[in-house]
């Protein structure tokens, strides 16, 4: 069956923050100038913010500039950010040190990422912009001459044997002067696009980490409306980076995080479980005794930060948001720098489109020059040496941060370099395996009841999305030398080795009905050995006020 083509002048795929942001500046400069000018967005999740998971904490310098008025216009920014604090945390005790300049949050808010994302859906549809949720992208499209067309969503109705069923639908071509991919962490057609045209040529490997986050509701008497708690240390070892964050937000509900960098050595780490251990702290379980837990999600989030900036445009189309990696890791945050890139992306499309010449496509090599003189640039550079120097562990990583900020205020005159995650891990002979406790259903809980919060759909009978480039390498090789990985940096029980009776001929399982998107085993496979694809449109998690 052929497919059906739409016809549009920017075409941006992926409705969050960075896309939304977009889409409407885009949209705004129309209006302002009396142009007309067709912007449509695209998203795999079954709704705008089905798949949106942050902490979240928003610096709303961005939504400032693109909408003045969000308060009038009934913005969900309901909880301003109140007392800071940055606690290390040992086995046994808690100890206040002193909150870095970056995570100082006087004139933030807590927020429901999810929320702000559906809401900026809303603004950017009364502005004009065409909006097709539960659609994924699955190809892009390039003219004769190499440059990117547009994209095609993926076709419906196809069987696990890769063959069309009864309810074969095809994809829609979605053709555009100009595309935007604003995909997010490890985008699945971003990744196409860095192969096709060298665009990770001249920066360093990006680097990860999984943040795995709960929603509570919380005994209103440990309710503290506005609190903003970090922690580093326990249950972490010092070689280990991560840390977790605590947000109290309005209605008695706490947000409560985990954060690992998928630059872990330990093959039997277990970011979910280091997680779930977090919460028993003396310090921490006290909170969550007698509330109940609303929700759960997982994803990844590009750490590498400054050096790690791809190339961002290219014939036909240009990355915004986090699948380019703008993320301040030493703020940790990345909605505010998401959306300016977005929005300085925006100004440079529309200024290209305006000169070019009927439906000529050409590079628009404004959007990175545009960028490098804007706020978010100078940010991310200051910021550059923080994440690169907890490779060499905690103490290390603290010291060379507080010299950072402190003495040379992130203008060090050098960068520190950044290593590749799937490297990085340890065989399981020279490592030390990790025992964990078993959920008490109180405030600990495994992974399949928490992959039920997250209310993960997919239709079953469609090929699977985890794609094993050698069918060989889990058991030859994942197994042999580092115990199964996958097993456990899946925080959703996707990846399962099982065995014969016998306990023999171990196969490795893959449950992609489980999947969240997080993308971690993409990232994290000692070999690269699998490759995650986009499934139907609609399928995955479907997060409330995440």
């Known amino acids: 069956m052929d497919r059906e083509s739409m016809e549009f002048d920017v075409v941006i795929v992926g409705g969050g923050p960075s896309g939304l942001a977009a889409a409407i500046r885009l949209r705004q400069q129309a209006i302002e100038s009396g142009r007309e000018l067709s912007v449509c967005v695209i998203e795999k999740g079954s709704e705008l913010g089905a798949h949106i998971l942050s902490g979240a904490v928003l610096e709303p310098r961005a939504l400032n500039e693109l909408i003045p008025e969000w308060k009038e216009k009934g913005a969900p920014l309901d909880t301003p950010a109140g007392d800071?604090?940055?606690?290390?945390?040992t086995a046994g005790g808690a100890i206040r040190l002193p909150t870095p300049p970056q995570m100082h949050n006087h004139g933030n808010y807590i927020i429901s990422l999810g929320n702000l994302v559906r809401w900026l859906g809303t603004q950017a549809e009364e502005l004009g912009v065409e909006i097709f949720p539960g659609f994924a992208a699955t190809e892009v499209l390039y003219d004769e001459s190499g440059a990117v067309r547009g994209i095609a969503t993926g076709d419906m109705g196809i069987g696990r044997d890769g063959q069309p069923t009864?309810?074969?639908?095809?994809g829609v071509e979605l053709l555009a002067r100009q595309t935007i991919f604003a995909e997010g962490c490890r985008g699945s057609l971003t990744k196409t696009l860095f192969d096709r045209f060298s665009l990770r040529r001249n920066c360093q490997p990006q680097t990860y980490g999984i943040g795995i986050k709960e929603l509570w509701e919380i005994d209103p008497a440990k309710h503290r409306q506005g609190q903003v708690i970090h922690t580093v240390g326990w249950p972490l070892d010092s070689e280990t980076y991560g840390g977790s964050f605590l947000y109290h937000l309005e209605n008695n509900?706490?947000?409560?995080?985990?954060?690992?960098?998928?630059?872990?050595?330990n093959p039997f780490l277990s970011p979910f479980e280091e997680m779930q251990r977090f919460k028993t702290h003396p310090a921490i379980r006290p909170i969550f005794e007698g509330g109940r837990r609303l929700a759960y999600g997982a994803r990844a989030l590009s750490e590498g930060g400054f050096q790690s900036i791809p190339?961002?445009?290219?014939?036909?189309?240009?990355l915004i948001g986090d699948t380019a990696g703008f993320l301040n890791t030493p703020k940790i945050k990345g909605v505010h720098t998401a959306m300016k890139s977005g929005m300085v992306a925006a100004e440079a499309v529309f200024a290209a489109l305006a000169g070019a010449d009927g439906d000529a496509l050409r590079e628009v090599t404004d959007y990175p020059r545009r960028l490098k003189a804007s706020w978010l640039w100078e940010e991310l550079r200051a910021a550059r040496n923080i994440r690169p120097a907890f490779h060499k562990g905690l103490w290390a990583g603290l010291a060379y941060a507080a010299i950072d900020t402190y003495l040379f205020r992130g203008k060090a005159p050098w960068t520190l370099p950044i290593h590749a995650d799937h490297d990085q891990l340890r065989p399981a002979a020279r490592s030390t395996p990790i025992a964990y406790p078993k959920p008490d259903g109180v405030v600990t809980f495994d992974r399949l009841s928490s992959v039920f919060m997250s209310n993960a759909a997919h239709e079953e009978n469609q090929p699977i999305h985890l794609q094993l480039k050698d069918p060989n390498v889990p058991i030859d090789l994942n197994l042999a030398l580092y115990d199964a990985p996958e097993q456990r940096y899946c925080p959703a029980g996707v990846y399962e080795i099982v065995r014969d009776d016998a306990g023999q001929s171990p196969r490795l399982q893959i449950n992609a009905a489980n999947c969240v998107h997080c993308k971690t085993c993409d990232i994290k496979d000692p070999t690269q050995n699998i490759n995650w694809v986009v499934p139907e449109g609609g399928g995955g998690p479907n997060y409330p006020n995440m």
């Open 311 to 318: 190339e961002l445009t290219f014939p036909g189309g240009l």
């Open 84 to 89: 800071d604090s940055f606690l290390f945390l």
């Open 253 to 265: 509900q706490v947000a409560v995080g985990f954060v690992v960098g998928l630059d872990y050595r």
């Open 166 to 170: 009864a309810n074969h639908t095809p």
